[in-house]
């Protein structure tokens, strides 16, 4: 098979995959709201932050962080933590429940759905898959992207 080929296969196999296992959510109410998964998100990446810290990368107001963090808050989704050298300081940080609910969000696949069609693989099967798909993935790292 030719790398073209390969190409044209894996394109095909990769899109019947993403329709069969893409995470599906039939009520817009189950999700974040962008901003909210926008700062959760960069407090994931950056790690804890102050209330004005958060309100100059976001481009806030003070009041309208602080409501929005009160609000994520009081969802279970953030926490506070005292800073032990300035007690007027606090860190705002994701709750465990807060880094659970990202990841979900962040899913683009049905675990449930991957799981299950797993299970009907041997665990050989599934070891040279996931084997396959991080040497594929590490090529296409090492590769430059192709511009039309």
């Given at each position: 098979m030719t790398p073209d080929d390969f190409a044209e296969q894996f394109q095909h196999a990769f899109q019947s995959i993403y329709l069969a296992a893409m995470r599906r959510v039939r009520d817009g109410r189950q999700r974040l709201a962008p901003e909210t998964t926008a700062l959760l998100l960069h407090l994931a990446e950056a790690g804890p932050m102050t209330l004005s810290d958060m309100a100059r990368h976001f481009d806030r107001a003070l009041s309208t962080m602080s409501d929005k963090v009160e609000n994520l808050e009081s969802q279970g989704l953030l926490q506070r933590q005292r800073d032990p050298h300035d007690a007027r300081r606090s860190d705002i940080w994701l709750s465990e429940s807060g880094q659970k609910v990202l990841a979900q969000e962040l899913d683009v696949l049905d675990r449930v759905r991957?799981?299950?069609?797993?299970?009907?693989?041997?665990?050989?099967?599934?070891?040279?898959?996931?084997?396959?798909?991080?040497?594929f993935n590490q090529a296409l790292a090492r590769g430059k992207r192709h511009e039309p």
């Open positions: 991957v799981a299950q069609a797993a299970a009907s693989l041997s665990a050989e099967t599934r070891t040279h898959l996931l084997n396959a798909l991080t040497e």
